[in-house]
């Protein structure tokens, strides 16, 4: 439902894109407000390529949307750190019964060792990739 009713509004940028856009921080926010007023006090000052009622539509979506960002933020976060305990809770538990069945290897337990085999690829190294490789994804 909140996918549906903010997808009209949304954009997607690449890592690249992100990179190359000047970001309006909390503190650049006053100095945003206050072109805007001389924009339309003193409009002589506005290169030709800037609109003064679009950066008015820009600046109320902003100020609109900011306080949906700031909630769902929260929300995100709060989730993220639920996963992640959740995770951690499950590894736990997880991990002692691996131990138990490498242990069942050892001592030829029957069943233990396909098990193990299965299991065993979570804790084998990988080699490594270098950065230009990660970037690229």
Partial sequence: M???????????LTPKQRKTLFKMGESSKPFVEKVLEYAVSNPEFLPAFAEEPEMQRDWKAHHDLNPCYNALNQIVSN???TVLLLGADLMK?????????????KMDVPNAKPIYEDLKVRYEQ?????NDEEEED
Avoid: F, T
Avoid at 93 to 103: F, K
Avoid at 126 to 130: E, G, K, L, Q, S
């Fill in 79 to 81: 989730l993220n750190d």
């Fill in 126 to 130: 990988r080699p490594r990739r270098d």
């Fill in 2 to 12: 909140l996918q549906a009713k903010l997808s009209p509004y949304l954009i997607a």
């Fill in 93 to 105: 538990p997880s991990n002692a019964y691996y131990a138990s069945v490498q242990m069942g290897v």
